[in-house]
């Protein structure tokens, strides 16, 4: 980009953030404009200064750790306008890293590297390689809703970041296209942070493996009892009762195997999904 968009994206986020903020359910904890208690305790303590509440922040502070732990993290002098603030938005939200993942998802086939959250010299040279920033900041955009909606946190905070995703999808592609800009607005619970800490657990394979096996040792029983079958003369009433509890226990013992095997099938699909949200595979 020619020239640098970070003012003018820093206001938009700011408008998203909002002021000071502690829900309970928020992982960011104490946050003010968008900076966490956590955050400003590193800032103060690099700068050599005692420590104090996120809500004594001056907006000369704001700016400072803005330029440097997000754009300046996320190389935003660096991409294509439009590209900018989407990215930069998604680092202040769930962290840098995670906002690059979501590029990177968004560059596929182009960019062949590593999905590893960082902005090295293959995933400047795939922005290069676009021919449409447009269709890419939907591609990000429905990155980070894909992750965002397999968090734990979603269904308190989901609408709101829904909306402000929304918004900055709208301004990113102005920006990319040339055109002049939505204003942005501040949804309550879209300032809430969205961190990979806070992901959906995948789905364990315990019951499937424990289908598989009843199933396999009901199979092995129903052997054992045709085995006993045939030591029994075939005209008394205790073979014949045998014979009906080896038929009934193979039909269960298949059961439990085909139905262990689905679930395995369903749980591996529902794991695979939630790493690729999670931006822990290959897109």
Known sequence: MAVSREKESLAKVLVHEGGYVNHPADPGGPTNKGVTQRVYDGYRKGKGLAKRSVKSITMDEVGEIYDRQYWDAVKGDLLPDGVDYVVFDGGVNSGPGRSITWLQQALRPIYTGPIDGVM????????????????????????RMNFLRHLGTFPTFGKGWTARVAEVRAIGKAWATGEKPQAANFIDGG????????????????????????????????????????????????SELIGKVVVALAFASALLVIG????????????????????????
């Open 120 to 143: 090295g010299v293959g995933t400047l040279a795939a922005l290069k390689a676009v021919n449409n920033n447009d269709a890419l900041i939907d591609r990000i955009c429905d990155a």
């Open 260 to 283: 262990g095997l689905a679930y395995r099938w369903y749980v591996n699909r529902k794991a695979k999904h939630l790493a690729e949200a999670l931006g822990t595979v290959p897109a």
């Open 191 to 238: 300032q809430a942070k969205a961190l990979v800490e806070d992901a959906k657990a995948a789905p364990s394979t315990a019951p499937a493996d424990l289908a598989t096996g009843g199933g396999v040792a009901g199979g092995g029983l129903a052997g054992t009892l045709t085995e006993l079958q045939n030591q029994i003369s075939p005209l008394s009433y205790s």
